[in-house]
Every structure is written in structure tokens, then in C-alpha cells.
């Protein structure tokens, strides 16, 4: 039963030991120069002016939401596409009545002016 998941195991161990390598060379290959607009904070585009404890416009949220729906249901198409000779015309037309939601959720968002940035 173990002997299943060597495999997987092997993959952790390399993915962590490269990783390690990779930051251990970047460290010692790169030179480290901080000036003032390298160690200044960035965030959102603008500069920190205030506490970091300030109200975002809701927008910012806005934005993130949406990608977020949107790329979860855009995710969806890819195990669809892979099984789509298994599940057949069912399975077709049970793909394009959720895309055609997915379309009017986009249109409606569209028409709202959620994806204008004034």
C-alpha cells in the first residue's frame, strides 16, 4: 500500500530540494543593492500615504470577485473537455446551458459597469 505513494513522495522531495537550490543560487548569484524605491511598499497602484488599516474602494473587491467566478467556472472546462467522448451529447449540452449562464452572469456584470475602472 505504501509502495503507492513512493512516487509521490519522490516528487515532493525533488520539487522541495530544487526549490532549495534555486533560492540557495539566487542568493549567492545576485547582488544586493536596496535603495529607498526598492525597500518602499507598493501596493494597489498607489502610494502609501496612510495607515495600512485604510478602507479600499470596493471595486478592488469587485475586480477579485469576479476573477475569481470567472476563473473557477473557465477552470470547469478542462476536466469537461478531457472526459467529453465518455459523456457524450448529454454531457455537450449540459456544458453549453452553463456556459450560456456563465455568458448572461458576464453580459449582466458588463451592462452593470461592474468591469469599468473610472
Known amino acids: 500500500m505504501l509502495?503507492?505513494?513512493?512516487p509521490v513522495l519522490i516528487f515532493i522531495a525533488v520539487g522541495v530540494i530544487f526549490g532549495g537550490v534555486m533560492l540557495l543560487a539566487g542568493s549567492l548569484l545576485s547582488t544586493s543593492k536596496?535603495?529607498?524605491a526598492k525597500n518602499s511598499t507598493y501596493e494597489c497602484g498607489f502610494e502609501a500615504f496612510?495607515?495600512?488599516r485604510m478602507k479600499?474602494?470596493?471595486r478592488f473587491y469587485l475586480v477579485a470577485i469576479l476573477f475569481i467566478i470567472f476563473d473557477l467556472e473557465i477552470a470547469f472546462l478542462f476536466p469537461w473537455a478531457v472526459v467529453l467522448?465518455?459523456?457524450g451529447m448529454f454531457g455537450f449540452l449540459a456544458m453549453f446551458v452553463f456556459l450560456g449562464i456563465l455568458v448572461v452572469g458576464f453580459i449582466y456584470e458588463w451592462k452593470k459597469g461592474a468591469l469599468q475602472w473610472e
Request: no cysteine.
Open 3 to 6: 509502495e503507492n505513494y513512493l
Open 34 to 36: 536596496p535603495d529607498s
Open 50 to 52: 496612510e495607515s495600512a
Open 56 to 58: 479600499f474602494d470596493v
Open 85 to 87: 467522448r465518455d459523456i
